[in-house]
Nanobody, 114 residues
Framework: QVQLVESGGGLVQAGGSLRLSCAAS????????MGWYRQAPGKQRELVAT???????NYTDSVKGRFTNSRDNAKNTVFLQMNSLKPEDTVVYYC????????WGQGTQVSVSS
């Protein structure tokens, strides 16, 4: 059974940094795409960043230049380095991994104080 376990969320002041990690267990294969989504209360889950097995990345406009998505294929782990955080980045972040089927983590709260 595939499980995605996220870590690294927390509370930080505006302008600060956090690094999210997501480790996939129970999978004998490397995922095609891994990435991060976020969801505010009452809103749809939105894409933050994705990265392919080959390292190609995609970011939503609001995080370009501030967030960096990376992965370790050997460990089936994906990371999100978040710099210059803003109060509007305060939401729950979810890890996602794709291999024909989408797997989701449980979510980790990021809170940015002004």
């Amino acid at each position: 059974q595939v499980q995605l376990v996220e870590s690294g969320g927390g509370l930080v002041q505006a302008g600060g940094s956090l690094r999210l990690s997501c480790a996939a267990s129970g999978s004998p294969f490397s995922f095609n795409s891994m990435g991060w989504y976020r969801q505010a209360p009452g809103k749809q889950r939105e894409l933050v960043a994705t990265i392919t097995r080959g390292g190609s990345t995609n970011y939503t406009d609001s995080v370009k230049g501030r967030f960096t998505n990376s992965r370790d294929n050997a460990k089936n782990t994906v990371f999100l380095q978040m710099n210059s955080l803003k109060p509007e980045d305060t939401v729950v972040y979810y890890c996602k991994a794709d291999k024909g089927f989408a797997y989701w983590g449980q979510g980790t709260q990021v809170s940015v104080s002004s």
